[in-house]
């Protein structure tokens, strides 16, 4: 069965520090990988999407980037985190064909002070 | 107008009661819709999915689609206490460039009550 993971569970970052989440999934290949951040009441946020090794996909301009660099990594990155970058963010996947359910990791709850 | 529109809540119920969460849509190109229950500070887990109208029902959960009124619903019988969660409805349109997208609402918090 397919599994995946995220991690940390939580993090707090000062203001201008880098960051890096990390998301593997176990169990296929070649799937669709996403972050997602959600906000309080806003409901959930899709960042970036790749649907390949090195293919990313940015849905909304930001202070973060991700990175695929093997078929079930996906990674999220900041240079220096902003105050704002504050919230849970989450991985998922899909298998790769569309129009399918999503499955998501735990997510990492980032705090930046 | 957001794409997809759902009512936050809370919404509170006694134990046993059939609770009825409800999602819109303005966008025609969504063709797979599902619903997500999500514990605090937990990833989202998948319920339901459905591609087409009508309903489908799993053990005391039944999803709702009607695509013409662009509609969707999620029926809980017999709530338990277990149930109490948020609830995400979520819709699926293809990338441009390749892969999927889900378009969440915002999601209603459920609780039942003893």
């Known amino acids: 069965s397919q599994t995946i993971h995220q991690w940390p569970a939580t993090l707090v970052q000062p203001v201008g520090s880098p960051l890096s989440l990390e998301c593997t999934v176990e169990?296929?290949?070649?799937?669709?990988l996403y972050w997602y951040r959600q906000a309080a009441g806003r409901g959930l946020q899709l960042l970036f999407y790749s649907v390949g090794i090195g293919q990313i996909s940015s849905e909304v301009p930001q202070n973060l980037s991700a990175s695929r660099p093997q078929d079930r990594q996906f990674i999220l990155s900041s240079k220096k985190l902003l105050l704002s970058d504050s919230g849970f963010y989450l991985c998922?996947?899909?298998?790769?064909?569309?129009?399918?359910?999503?499955?998501f990791g735990q997510g990492t709850r980032l705090t930046v002070v | 107008q957001k794409e997809v529109e759902q009512d936050p809540g809370p919404l509170s119920v006694p134990e046993g009661a059939i609770v009825s969460l409800n999602c819109t849509y303005s966008n025609s190109a969504f063709q797979y819709f599902m619903w997500y229950r999500q514990y605090s500070r937990k990833g989202p887990e998948l319920l339901m999915y459905?591609?087409?109208?009508g309903n489908k029902e799993d053990g005391r959960f039944t999803a709702q689609v009607d695509k013409s009124s662009k509609y969707i619903s999620l029926f809980i019988r017999d709530s338990q206490p277990s149930d109490s969660a948020t609830y995400l409805c979520?819709?699926?349109?293809?990338?441009?460039?390749?892969?999927?997208?889900?378009?969440f609402g915002t999601g209603t918090q459920l609780k039942v009550e003893l």
């Open positions: 998922a996947w899909t298998p790769g064909h569309w129009n399918t359910e999503a499955f």
């Open positions: 459905t591609y087409s109208s």
């Open positions: 169990g296929t290949s070649n799937p669709n």
């Open positions: 979520a819709m699926s349109a293809k990338l441009t460039g390749g892969g999927n997208k889900l378009t």
